[in-house]
T-cell receptor, first 114, second 111 residues
């Protein structure tokens, strides 16, 4: 009965590879997010999707491409991985898009680029 | 510039002692304010949130926070800390369609 799930939990890969992280929520929420947490624990929003449509796209390299096949899924594809991409990536969801909405977070995907 | 500041990077308290974690924000209007907790290796969990009304907000796990408009602060408190409270705590501000987080405060609990 996991609310927001991410796969894989850990991902170790070489520079230059392409990888994807999957996120699924079973809360019936309309809005999903991707965050990056760096080694200093700083959390920064990357993308936000509402009903499969992009509503926020922060200054993120275009090597990062989110894909939302349906409301319950928001996957993150990363091309040509770089050392600086090493971080923990969190998926989150909320009932609707809005500043007052509580976000529910997944457990995170720990990406290490060698 | 709009920002969320958590002045304390790391705090250590003894088990049973009281706790206060500081959070300051700088936004034009009163934003929506949240506190999240992140246990080691876990995602973030909402502790409490403030939108309007009573400035003292009660949350889960015995936490509370007080909104002070004059100080642009939303500090988190707990009267008696338990060893299981050791975690990273994030203050966040809801704005537009997203949420902006502070840098976090790591709480260590001494036996």
């Amino acid at each position: 009965d996991t609310a927001v799930s991410q796969t894989p939990k850990y991902l170790v890969t070489q520079m230059g590879n392409d990888k994807s992280i999957k996120c699924e929520q079973n809360l019936g929420h309309d809005t999903m997010y991707w965050y990056k947490q760096d080694s200093k624990k700083f959390l920064k929003i990357m993308f936000s999707y509402n009903n499969k449509e992009l509503i926020i796209n922060e200054t993120v390299p275009n090597r990062f491409s989110p894909k939302s096949p349906d409301k319950a899924h928001l996957n993150l594809h990363i091309n040509s991985l770089e050392l600086g991409d090493s971080a923990v990536y969190f998926c989150a969801s909320s009932h609707i898009a809005g500043a007052s909405e509580t976000q529910y977070f997944g457990p995170g995907t720990r990406l290490l680029v060698l | 510039a709009q920002s969320v500041t958590q002045p304390d990077i790391h705090i250590t308290v003894s088990e049973g002692a009281s706790l206060e974690l500081r959070c300051n924000y700088s936004y034009g209007a009163t934003p929506y304010l949240f506190w999240y907790v992140q246990s080691p290796g876990q995602g973030l969990q909402l502790l409490l949130k403030y939108f309007s009304g009573d400035t003292l907000v009660q949350g889960i796990k015995g936490f509370e926070a007080e909104f002070k408009r004059s100080q642009s602060s939303f500090n988190l408190r707990k009267p008696s800390v338990h060893w299981s409270d050791a975690a990273e705590y994030f203050c966040a501000v809801g704005r537009n369609n997203d949420m902006r987080f502070g840098a976090g405060t790591r709480l260590t609990v001494k036996p």
